[in-house]
Nanobody, 120 residues
Framework: VQLQASGGGLVQAGGSLRPSCAAS????????MGWFRQAPGKEREFVAM????????DYVHSVKGRFTISRDNAKNTVDLQMNSLKPEDTTVYYC??????????????WGQGTLVTVSS
């Protein structure tokens, strides 16, 4: 599976963005999908994940109620709707395909990252 993330950008605090991840390959629906983020000098951290069929989702506490992960298996895409953005959400966001786990090593395939910048 090859993943291509897009949809990052610059937004003011309180605004919204909707990064998207497009997958190539016919096995997309076999994988759970996750979004992670990584700030310079820090470890990559879990943000959100969704099961292969979209039934179950999970979020890191800091984004619950603000971010929503969704997927469309017909289009091979997974999105992260980000609302009420805060300056501390600023960093590079990565999509990943793999197991339904919060750990980085649970995911075998990674996109290239998309930068989200939230100004105060």
């Amino acid at each position: 599976v090859q993943l291509q993330a897009s949809g990052g950008g610059l937004v003011q605090a309180g605004g919204s963005l909707r990064p998207s991840c497009a997958a190539s390959g016919h096995t997309f629906s076999s994988y759970a999908m996750g979004w992670f983020r990584q700030a310079p000098g820090k470890e990559r951290e879990f943000v959100a994940m969704i099961t292969w069929n979209g039934v179950n989702t999970d979020y890191v506490h800091s984004v619950k109620g603000r971010f929503t992960i969704s997927r469309d298996n017909a289009k091979n895409t997974v999105d992260l709707q980000m609302n009420s953005l805060k300056p501390e959400d600023t960093t590079v966001y990565y999509c990943a395909a793999g197991a339904y786990r919060r750990e980085v090593d649970g995911y075998a395939y990674w996109g290239q990252g998309t930068l989200v910048t939230v100004s105060s």
